[in-house]
């Protein structure tokens, strides 16, 4: 499997960390999946929290060191490339990380990225040592500018962000897997259900970054473990070499020997 | 002074951005800091003077997707 930026996770679910019911069950989550990489961002604290030691910051950023994953900081909410490099500054210093999923949101009501200011983006903070992982669309020319810009993974997006549709330009996801076949790739956004993971799996992707689907599930700790043995799976399938679909039928049970008996 | 602190205005006495936030109760804080717009380093912020009516941000580590 492709590495990120080094880092070679043994799971390859990346969780977000956000809409969970209470910071308990993004723990067990967390713990019950075996995930190691999950999502964070910055926010204003509200009034009441950001001083004493009640400040909900401070306590998910304790929850997160004491749970021992690598975090993967987020330019989410970003409309502007001056917006998300100036947040991706921020997040370096409090995460202590050069990792960075960045985010240009260019339409509201799809979060559909704008990948003309995400390409911009890419090149300044590449240029400026971050390791960007860029939440991108299918588009495979827009893919090879981010690769330019200094980006060496490209995250694509299965569908809206929390829209849980699945993976909706299947061809699309297929065709840049072929197209940079030593890229990874990671489907970012969409996913609604196990299957849509393994699918994108079994299409060779390297992971898959999710959030709604497990945090708001009945059962986040038990949708999370759903996840990480559908995405074992779909990796499996991959290196398994899956067959081709076809048309017509093709009989399994061998036709030589078979008795007569009309 | 009167600044925008994360949107609402704020009285401080503070002249530069590490006194606002000592004063502001973030002292030992995981934070991060920009001024009207710019990010504004934690070894930087001593020396940053704070002028009426600056917009500060002050972003604390939080849950995202």
């Known amino acids: 499997m492709r590495a990120f930026y080094g880092f070679e996770p043994k799971n390859r679910l990346f969780l977000g960390t956000a809409r969970y019911p209470s910071p308990a069950i993004l723990a067990d989550a967390v713990k019950r999946s075996g995930v190691e990489v999950v999502t964070a961002s910055l926010r204003r604290e509200a009034g009441q929290d950001k001083a004493g030691e009640g400040g909900a910051g401070q306590a998910f950023w304790a929850l997160i060191r004491e749970l021992g994953v690598r975090v993967l900081p987020n330019t989410a909410g970003c409309h502007t490339v001056k917006e998300a490099v100036t947040t991706a500054h921020m997040a370096r210093e409090v995460f202590g990380t050069d990792w960075i999923k960045l985010e240009v949101i260019g339409e509201d009501d799809t979060l559909q990225p704008d990948v003309v200011g995400l390409i911009e983006a890419a090149r300044i903070l590449s240029d400026d040592g971050f390791q960007v992982f860029p939440y991108t669309t299918e588009d495979i020319v827009v893919g090879g500018r981010l690769l330019d810009a200094g980006c060496e993974v490209l995250m694509p997006w299965g569908a809206p962000i929390g829209s849980g549709r699945g993976l909706n330009n299947v061809y699309g996801l297929r065709t840049m897997r072929q197209h940079f076949p030593d890229i990874p790739l990671v489907v970012d956004a969409g996913i609604g259900l196990p299957s849509h993971a393994a699918q994108a799996m079994e299409l060779g992707y390297d992971a898959i970054l999710l959030n709604t689907a497990v945090a708001k599930a009945g059962n986040p700790a038990l949708m999370a473990q759903a996840f990480a043995k559908a995405i074992e799976a779909g990796c499996e399938a991959w290196q398994a070499q899956p067959i081709e679909a076809r048309d017509m039928a093709a009989p399994s049970t061998p036709v030589m020997g078979k008795a007569f008996l009309s | ?65």
């Open chain 2, 1 to 65: 002074m009167t600044l925008l602190l994360n949107g609402e205005p704020q009285e401080v006495a503070a002249a530069t951005l590490a006194d606002a936030l000592a004063e502001l109760g973030y002292d030992g804080k995981i934070v991060a800091t920009a001024v009207n717009g710019d990010f504004v380093a934690a070894r930087r912020r001593e020396a940053c003077q704070l002028a009426e009516g600056d917009r500060v941000e002050i972003l604390a580590p939080m849950q995202g997707g």
